[in-house]
């Protein structure tokens, strides 16, 4: 159990040991770690990222469909609007229409009404004159009555 | 088994190593040739790992060599507190060595010198850590480097004034000077004596079991070599955590 030359060629191998792994073994080994965590962390922002994104996409998403309803809302609303307006003005024409029908109705009627009426006075009498002519002839002398045919010719003319 | 010199010698044989040379010029050759044996194991493995590692998804090996490095890492950066090229990997090289060297201590004690003895070598003792020379050099080496560090970072009138003006002050010199150098002289015998004793006696208690009937051994050695696991993982842990807490002791300027 002596201390011997044993112990300086153990301290030989233990310095070669440590000396290789210093150099060899443990600045890839750390350098590979090191690389992983700085990959893991970036997954990890990216990811954190991400969601971040999402959220807003969803909150833009979400404005912009209260938009579109809104405007499909205000549009409805403006074309029943219109077709009133459109309804309120076909009415008012239509009427407008139907009483110039009505009134260029009425006038021709009153336009024919009177030329019927012309005619038939002017039948009338013509009848009247030919009917008391044919009963005149027989009784009435036409210098003798003169005056009362004249009366009845001015009251049917 | 016991050949000759009943359980005396069986235990005696082997606890030799063996040898060549003479007096201080004696190599251990079975220590010397098992420690390089198991570094060239631990620098072959994690090699391999070092040249395949990637920032992608690790495989088993891969992960078990990072998952060393991580702790050996994290255990630097609990009491280290500065930037060191070399303490995190002669950490890593003590706690991986030191632990090939003491999982020997597994290995059935008639086995590799029973191979041994067929190929004609008289002794085999193929612990590295239950031979003083191989704890004394790893704990040297951290001496050296202990010193080292201490000029380095101080500068030699500083590490001179830390000798010899604490903890008592300059006025009581010679006291202090005598107290630092126990303190410092026993770091690397602690650390080498308290491996080496451990695993002497562990190895011993496995020798002795080996020495009783067939039948009994089982009970006896499955016990002890699972109490075993822990003993080889935790002097290879505290040697390399003392080796880490001396060095950044050496580098705190007081």
């Known amino acids: ?157 | 088994m016991a050949s000759e010199g009943g359980a005396t010698g069986y235990i005696v044989h082997h606890l030799t190593p063996l040898t060549v040379g003479e007096g201080f010029w004696t190599l251990h050759l079975d220590t010397l040739f098992f420690s390089a044996f198991l570094g060239g194991l631990f620098i072959w493995f994690f090699k391999g790992q070092a040249d395949k590692a990637t920032a992608g998804i690790p495989n088993l090996t891969q992960n078990i060599a990072e998952m060393l490095v991580e702790f050996v890492d994290g255990q630097v950066k609990d009491t280290f507190h500065g930037k060191s090229q070399l303490i995190a990997p002669l950490g890593l090289t003590i706690f991986c060595w030191v632990f090939l060297w003491n999982f020997m201590d597994l290995i059935p004690v008639d086995l590799l010198p029973g191979i041994a003895g067929l190929m004609g070598m008289e002794y085999m003792r193929v612990v590295p850590s239950t031979d003083l020379n191989a704890t004394f050099a790893m704990s040297i080496s951290v001496f050296v480097l202990i010193i080292f560090y201490s000029i380095k970072v101080k500068g030699v009138f500083g590490f001179a004034k830390e000798l010899t003006c604490t903890p008592f002050g300059p006025w009581m010199m010679p006291f202090n000077l005598l107290l630092k150098v126990v303190e410092e002289i026993a770091k690397p015998i602690s650390l080498g004596l308290r491996l080496f004793g451990n695993l002497y006696a562990g190895e011993l208690i496995f020798i002795l079991i080996a020495l009783l009937p067939p039948l009994i051994q089982p009970m006896l050695s499955f016990p002890w070599a699972i109490f075993h696991i822990l003993i080889i993982v935790l002097q290879a842990f505290i040697f390399m955590v003392l080796t880490i807490v001396y060095l950044s002791m050496a580098h705190e300027d007081h």
């Open chain 1, 1 to 157: 159990m002596s201390i011997n030359a044993t112990l300086i060629g153990q301290m030989i191998t233990f310095t070669l040991l440590v000396w290789f792994t210093m150099k060899y073994v443990w600045p890839p080994i750390m350098e590979a770690l090191e690389e992983r965590k700085a990959k893991i962390a970036e997954g990890l922002a990216a990811a954190e990222k991400g969601q971040e994104e999402i959220k807003l996409a969803e909150k833009k998403a979400k404005n912009l469909l209260k938009e579109a309803k809104e405007q499909a809302a205000e549009i409805v609303s403006m074309a029943q609007k219109r077709a009133n307006e459109v309804v309120e003005e076909s009415k008012e024409t239509a009427k407008k229409e139907g009483e110039r029908i009505l009134q260029a109705a009425e006038a021709q009627i009153e336009q024919e009404m009177q030329q019927a009426k012309e005619a038939l006075r002017k039948q009338v009498a013509s009848l009247a004159l030919r009917a008391a002519e044919q009963i005149l002839k027989e009784e009435i002398d036409k210098a003798k009555h003169k005056e009362i045919l004249e009366k009845a010719t001015e009251q049917l003319g």
